[in-house]
């Protein structure tokens, strides 16, 4: 598993992996972690927890994953990998997991049937874990990007009818489903989440879900 450090990349094997994990009583993965400021700003607040960013682009994590080692905060990892190239080693690993604000194949795995990737999502967890996704797209707002994607227009009755039911196919039981708007979104710990609490409206939509009992 290579783990980000800044502007360098390094191996971790099998048994520095686990003794990490078993060094903290719980696990949380946020997956297209963006730039960290989630991990960062959750591993400060819980020093008992791990939080995980997994992120595809290396550059994006850099500033938070260097703050993070300066500041000696060793509950912080960011890990390289992305929905499609899963760190396996982390699979079955998560008491929680986060997807916050998700764009391309990340939100089209999610909320494109065609494309979904939800048994990965599921596997990610243990027994009893918490998923927590925000999600938000408008097809007036980005028609390129939801062409490219497939994406249909984005409503609680289409939530409801395509992507929950792949989710509880797949042991995740859906425990909330909320629509959010731009003052919620300022609550959450990512940049992305403060960018977009001052842009365009959209419909917004908190999916939370809990894995099932094996
Ligand atoms: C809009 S940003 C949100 C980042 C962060 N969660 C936040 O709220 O600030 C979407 C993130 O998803 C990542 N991403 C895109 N495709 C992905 C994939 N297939 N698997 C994992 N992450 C992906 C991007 O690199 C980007 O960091």
Redesign the pocket.
């Known amino acids: 598993m290579k783990v980000i450090s800044g502007k360098t990349l390094k191996d971790l094997n099998d048994s520095e992996i686990k003794r990490i994990l078993g060094a903290y009583r719980k696990v949380e993965i ?6 960290g ?2 991990v960062y700003k959750n591993a400060n607040e819980n020093i008992e927890t791990l939080f995980i960013g ?4 290396q550059k ?1 994590v850099e500033n938070y994953s260097r703050k993070s080692q300066k500041e000696k905060l060793s509950n912080a990892m960011f890990v390289l ?6 760190p396996e080693e982390l699979i079955g690993t998560a008491d929680k997991l ?12 999610i909320t494109n049937p065609n494309y979904e990737k939800t048994p990965l999502i599921s596997t990610i967890l243990k027994s009893g874990g918490i998923c927590e996704i ?1 999600l938000g797209y408008s097809q007036e707002h980005e028609p390129t990007e939801t062409e490219r994607l497939d994406l249909q227009n984005l409503s609680e009755e289409y939530l409801k009818s395509a992507v929950i039911p792949i989710f509880e196919k797949n042991k995740l039981h859906l425990t909330e489903i909320k629509s959010l708007n731009k003052n919620d979104l300022k609550l ?1 710990e ?6 977009l609490s001052y842009g365009k409206d959209r419909p917004l939509y908190l999916l939370k879900f809990k894995k099932m009992l094996n």
């Open positions: 946020d997956l297209g972690t963006g730039d400021r989630y997994v992120e595809p682009i994006q990998g992305s929905i499609e190239y899963f986060t997807v916050i604000l998700p764009w391309g194949s990340l939100l089209q795995s925000v959450i990512t940049t992305w989440s403060k960018k």
